[in-house]
């Protein structure tokens, strides 16, 4: 009984979108999804088995009452208070991190995993705060990048609300890309609203640590990279989108990044508070794994890591390694403030 409970937590997730104010969806034909628009998508054929860990494993770990009909997919659906948002390169000045990275050593990922922890902030004006995994290769003017974890994002979303978000870019953020599905790219297999969508709830300081398993992965014989969550497929980025992820992803970098408001203050990341050893008072990543250029799951060797934290006085990261109760794992975060630019 006890552990019904416990399943049932879990299986709502994505439950009732109550707390934001823009969480309807619309269901649109999979075919006729933003993603086909793309110039290089008119042809595209839907991948429908993905080749590792068995077949496709849309196994029902969790489930959510917002879905769709079977052969459509929820598209949120953004209130004209939100923005469409691109993330550009000048937006870089008045970012900060807190993060740990591979190092650029020529080792190729072809994955990363992890379990990020959830927690609700409060924003104003323009900035955001993300907890997210990027996946990325390429200097810096044709960078690709795969991004993906929750995010408040208020321009974004037009609310204060912790959201399940994705992002890429093919070209350093120059003309291709975006968040969700605000441009033709990312492809969504699952008819559960998921991209865009609020959490079921989130950590109670002290008292509940509540965590979303995410992963990112590339096909081995398609070379799409796949969204799953829970391990559930939700959908891929086509390999069309990109050149150098094609090859491998040459860094994986998991943690935080937020971005001030006009008046220069930046917003807190993770749960506001500086990272400690316990795991209900720290947001943190645990059982953290990436696939070697093999496409095997392996941790995240201690000595091919290195920290970053821009800014000591607002955010920090502490990297715990390998630890008994949650594999590779880090805390990071902090309460932010006049952190400069
Ligand atoms: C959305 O746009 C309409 C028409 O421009 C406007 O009347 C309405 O107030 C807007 N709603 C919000 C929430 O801004
Ligand atoms: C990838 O990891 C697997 C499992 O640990 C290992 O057998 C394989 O040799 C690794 N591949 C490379 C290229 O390191
Ligand atoms: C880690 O787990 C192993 C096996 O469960 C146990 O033998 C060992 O004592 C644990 N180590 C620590 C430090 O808790």
Same mark, same amino acid.
């Given at each position: ?105 020529? $080792? ?65 953020? /120059?003309?291709? +890309? ?12 699952? /008819? ?13 300081? +002290? ?40 090859? +491998? ?8 990044? $937020? ?76 309460? +932010? ?5």
């Amino acid at each position: 009984m006890t552990l019904h409970l416990v399943l049932c937590l879990c299986v709502y997730m994505f439950a009732q979108g109550a707390q934001g104010n823009i969480d309807d969806y619309e269901c649109v034909d999979i075919y006729k999804q933003p993603a086909f628009q793309h110039p290089l998508l008119k042809n595209h054929k839907i991948q429908e088995t993905f080749n590792l860990d068995g077949n496709i494993e849309r196994n029902n770990k969790y489930s959510t009452q917002e879905h769709c009909p079977k052969r459509t997919v929820a598209i949120l659906r953004q209130g004209n208070e939100s923005q469409s948002v691109h993330l550009n390169s000048a937006e870089y000045l008045g970012q900060h991190f807190a993060t740990i990275e591979t190092m650029q050593d020529e $080792t190729i990922y072809r994955g990363a995993k992890a379990e990020i922890s959830l927690h609700d902030l409060k924003l104003e004006n323009n900035q955001y705060s993300k907890s997210q995994i990027w996946l990325e290769n390429g200097p810096a003017s044709q960078l690709n990048s795969i991004q993906v974890g929750w995010a408040v994002h208020l321009r974004l979303y037009g609310d204060s609300v912790t959201r399940l978000t994705i992002y890429w870019t093919g070209d350093g953020y /120059q003309k291709t +890309g975006c968040y969700n599905m605000q441009c033709p790219g990312f492809v969504i297999t699952s /008819q559960k609203f998921i991209i865009g969508n609020v959490f079921w709830g989130s950590s109670i300081y +002290g008292q509940i640590s509540l965590t979303i398993d995410i992963e990112v992965y590339q096909d081995p014989i398609s070379g799409n990279w796949i969204l799953k969550i829970f391990d559930e497929v939700i959908g891929y980025w086509p390999k069309e989108l990109f050149t150098y992820l094609n090859e +491998g992803a040459s860094l994986v970098r998991y943690g935080g990044n $937020t971005y001030l408001s006009p008046d220069g203050i930046s917003p807190p990341m993770g749960n506001r508070h500086f990272p400690v050893a316990d795991f209900k008072k720290t947001a943190h990543f645990k059982n953290i794994v990436v696939r070697n250029s093999s496409y095997e799951r392996v941790y995240l060797e201690d000595g091919k890591i290195r920290c970053y934290a821009d800014s000591y006085s607002c955010y920090r990261v502490t990297y715990w390694g390998y630890l008994n109760s949650s594999e590779v794992a880090f805390s990071f975060g902090g309460p +932010g403030g006049n952190c400069g630019v």
